[in-house]
Structure formats: C-alpha cells, structure tokens
C-alpha cells in the first residue's frame, strides 16, 4: 500500500485527532510488520474482533471528548467481540465477565442500563480498550505479545498529550500500564479482573468495589460529566 493511500486509509480507522497523536507508531516498521502478522494468520485462524471493529474503540471516543479509559486485558475469543473491551453486542449469550460487570452495575447504581452493548459508554467519552485489540479464536491472550508497543505508546500519548483523564483498570495486565501514565495528573479506579476467575479475589475485588460511582466522583472532582452507566 503506497504511503498516501496508507495514511488515507489510517486516518479513516482512527479518525484524524487520533491520528495526528499516534502517526510515528502507525508509520513504523513494527506497525507494518504488525499487519503482516495479522494478515498471514487470518489466512490460519479466525480471528476476533472483525476486522472492520478492529479500532472501532478509537471511531466511537474522538480524541477531543476523551474523559475516561476502561482498560481490559483481551478480546472475547469466542466471537461475540465488537470492537470495544467488554462489549458483545454480537451474540445473544452474555459473557461471563459481562454479567459481572452488569452484576456489580445494578448494586452500585440507581437505574443503570444493563446491556450487551457498551456503545452508549464510548459516546460519552470513554475509550473502551483492551490491552490486546485482536485474538485467535478460542486462544485467550495469543496476540498479547503483538500488540504490547502499541498500547504502551498509546498510553503515553494521552497522558502526554491528555491531562485530567479517569482510568477504570480490571485486572492485573491492565494495571500495569499505570507505569507509562503521570500519576499526577491522572486518576485510577483500580479492581481484580470482573472474570469469575478474579472477580471476588485480589486486594480490591471487581464484586463490591463500587468501582462506577467512584469513576464518576472521580470525574466531579475534575469538573467532568459523569458517565450514565
């Protein structure tokens, strides 16, 4: 793909705001060589999310009304994947980590909306990201590997070039990307994974952590809306 047609093509899939922030890691060598991986194992494989969803997180949150991240860890694997961490507006059969997150929604907030589809969260300002942004079918975690220099400059970058943002990290690969984040700008509203493997474990368990209305207070306190979960 010559480069206009590659940048034309970049600027649709992230629109331009997003863009403009990420272009020397779209335009590297490690990015291409990442579609080229990705291109020879579909030939393999069936990999999860689409790949028209495959930055669907970044079309649904412009940059400009970015406010908060929920950072996952990995792509749904058995095919209800949409393109923004949590969501499965694909498939009729609610994931386990979904259901406990609805779970925990309906005991800490007054009449939320308890759907498959978290789109209504991404137009509101928060990007909805996983740490890996595609996986092979049934293979949790089997592009972790390929996608960690991307979400590493991408954290960077906005907490470079964003300040006051709130953080929602599930689980522990999520959180350890607070590493490349200033702390002293950003807020965290850390938990154990909402899986039914980690969600009543850690030292702040996903179940009982009240972790949206302390998002939202979080927001107050910056002078942000608050979300309507």
Partial sequence: MKHIELAHFLIDSFGSEWYEILKDILHSDYFYQLGTILHEEQSKYTIYPSKKDRFRAFQETPFDKLKGIILG??????????GLCFSASLTDKRPPSLNNILKEMYEDIENPTLEEDLTGWAKQGILMLNTALTVREKSPNSHKELWSPFTKYLIQQISKHKDNIVWMMWGNQAQSYKYYIDNKTHSFVCTSHPSPLGAYHGERPFMGSRCFS?????????NKQEIIW
């Fill in 73 to 82: 860890q990995d792509c749904y694997h058995d095919g209800s994947a949409d």
């Fill in 214 to 222: 302390q998002f939202n207070r979080e927001l107050l306190v910056k």
